[in-house]
């Protein structure tokens, strides 16, 4: 008969501490030439629309607010999305305390970051400039949770229009947005050049954009 065997448990490992209010700035100041090096990739994948390019982002920080501290600064008025998780809230505060960017409402916001599911709601208000002054329409940085990874949560995108070969499409897959935005996302775009440019971030760093000029609808949808 084997006696029973006595001891404390292994311990469990202690949960990662949050990071401070100082550590989320640190995590989103870019030394130049990282903000050179993120700032060339956001250009190349609004030029290519569906290209999938990666950022290089802190581990632990979203990569759609470091996507968009390269390119707010103090004159940008900058709204952002948040959800019910404090940690939103948190680095909410961080990219204005990194950036100096101005607070603003969202339909007068130049920048947006959505660190919660951007909705159809939030595209509708956005500022879409006007065919004369079209640079003003706002830039949107939306978290997702993945981009061009089989999944049976993702919406296929379809999209053509300038930057992708004539007579095709490009399709992406994207998990963490909603049929409902895509749709009202081209409502937004319709009346080109008025309208917004979208940057979709997954937290892994993965960027593609969809600018103004992209006609973007559900695949198999006509």
Do not use: K
């Not at 311990?11 to 990071?19: G, Q, V, W």
């Not at 990569?63 to 998780?85: Q, S, Y």
């Not at 660190?115 to 640079?135: K, W």
Request: proline share 10%.
């Amino acid at each position: 008969m084997t006696a029973p065997t006595t001891g404390t448990a292994p311990a469990r490992p202690e949960p990662a501490a949050a990071p401070t209010a100082a550590q989320r700035v640190r995590d989103l100041r870019r030394s130049p030439r990282r903000s050179q090096r993120d700032f060339t990739a956001l250009l190349d994948v609004l030029a290519r629309p569906g290209r999938v390019r990666r950022l290089d982002a802190p581990a632990g920080a979203p990569a759609a607010a470091v996507a968009a501290c390269g390119l707010i600064d103090v004159e940008v008025p900058t709204h952002v999305l948040t959800g019910p998780n404090p940690d939103d809230a948190a680095w909410a505060e961080a990219v204005h305390a990194a950036t100096g960017a101005p607070r603003a409402d969202l339909p007068d916001a130049r920048t947006v970051l959505a660190l919660r599911p951007l909705t159809a709601a939030d595209v509708a208000a956005l500022h879409r400039g006007s065919p004369l002054d079209p640079e003003t329409g706002a830039r949107v940085f939306a978290r997702v949770a993945a981009l061009d990874g089989p999944g049976p949560h993702d919406v296929r995108l379809s999209l053509t229009g300038p930057g992708v070969p004539d007579g095709t499409e490009r399709v992406l897959a994207v998990r963490g947005l909603s049929a409902g935005t895509v749709s009202a996302l081209a409502d937004a775009n319709a009346a080109y050049p008025a309208g917004v440019d979208l940057f979709l971030v997954a937290d892994d760093g993965s960027v593609a954009g969809l600018p103004r000029s992209t006609r973007v609808h559900r695949a198999g949808e006509v």
